[in-house]
């Protein structure tokens, strides 16, 4: 079972972090979540604790599968889920494939990458299918911190940027390399989200995301706050003004029809 911590009361609320990082990076939000909810931060296959992926199976499926495992070991029939960055992949792959048992689900700096950056993991993948050692070299060391400092943090808070390359040093360049070059093209996929039930969601993006700014056209569901791609780190105050209001109206709904 994937590896788990706790912490709150309330209506269960499932925390996905995103790539390279642990639950870890939940720990300015969960001051501000737990008055509120009972957390549920997951650690991902091939990340932190569970350091294995299951072979010859896709990765975000391999997710979907483990969460829900998870949800069912914990009796929860029902959680909402507030998923951050490659995260929000491994959302979308378990609400596809079990809506029944999700109330709604934000998305934060939802994974939708900008072509230059889809075009990068295609060069990855083409790299990684000759030389595997040449591809996991491209994803680590201060190659891999200067894109983390640019990309994820605009060339803000060091501090930060080596904290979560401490961590990602900790992984093994398989699994980290499974999680970028399987994602829904390339990153570049529409969220495909089921219509029956449907499963309301709330996409959060950061105006200042140089990996995954916001869409040029926005949709009811949408929302932009002032952050970079490290929002959770940086922005909680302001993720959680957002999030908050949406995912408290279910637990008033659920609490309606026990009335």
């Given amino acids: 079972m994937l590896p788990y911590q706790q912490e709150g009361h309330g209506h269960p609320l499932l925390l996905i972090h995103g790539w390279g990082v642990t639950y870890t990076v939940w720990r300015n939000l969960v001051p501000l979540l737990a008055p ?20 010859g199976k ?13 949800r069912i070991a914990l009796g929860i029939e029902q959680w ?16 596809q494939r079990y809506p029944h048992h999700v109330d709604r689900a934000v998305f934060l700096c939802p994974l939708y990458l900008r072509r230059v950056w889809k075009m990068a993991l295609e060069v990855e993948q083409w790299i990684n299918l000759r030389s595997s050692g040449l591809a996991s070299w491209i994803v680590s060391g201060w190659r891999l911190y200067y894109l983390l400092i640019v990309l994820g943090f605009n060339l803000q808070c060091r501090d930060y940027a080596e904290e979560w390359m401490s961590e990602i040093a900790l992984q ?5 390399k499974r999680m970028l070059l399987e994602l829904p093209g390339k990153g570049r996929a529409p969220f495909s989200l089921p219509d029956s039930p449907p499963v309301p969601i709330l996409f959060v993006w950061g105006h200042k995301d140089a990996l995954a700014p916001p869409p040029s056209r926005l949709q009811p569901h949408d929302i932009i706050i002032v952050a970079t791609h490290s929002a959770p780190v940086l922005s909680p105050k302001d993720v959680a003004a957002v999030a ?14 026990r009335k």
């Avoid at 093994?172 to 980290?176: Q, V």
Wanted: net charge negative.
């Fill in 36 to 55: 509120h909810f009972q957390l549920i931060l997951v650690e991902l296959p091939g990340l932190g604790a569970a350091c294995e992926i299951v072979p």
């Fill in 58 to 70: 896709p990765y975000y499926s391999a997710c979907a599968e483990g969460l829900e495992e998870l």
């Fill in 172 to 176: 093994l360049p398989a699994n980290l």
């Fill in 244 to 257: 908050l209001p949406f995912l408290k109206s279910v637990e008033h709904h659920l609490v309606a029809l």
């Fill in 80 to 95: 909402a889920i507030l998923a951050y960055s490659t995260g929000t992949r491994a959302g979308e792959a378990y609400i």
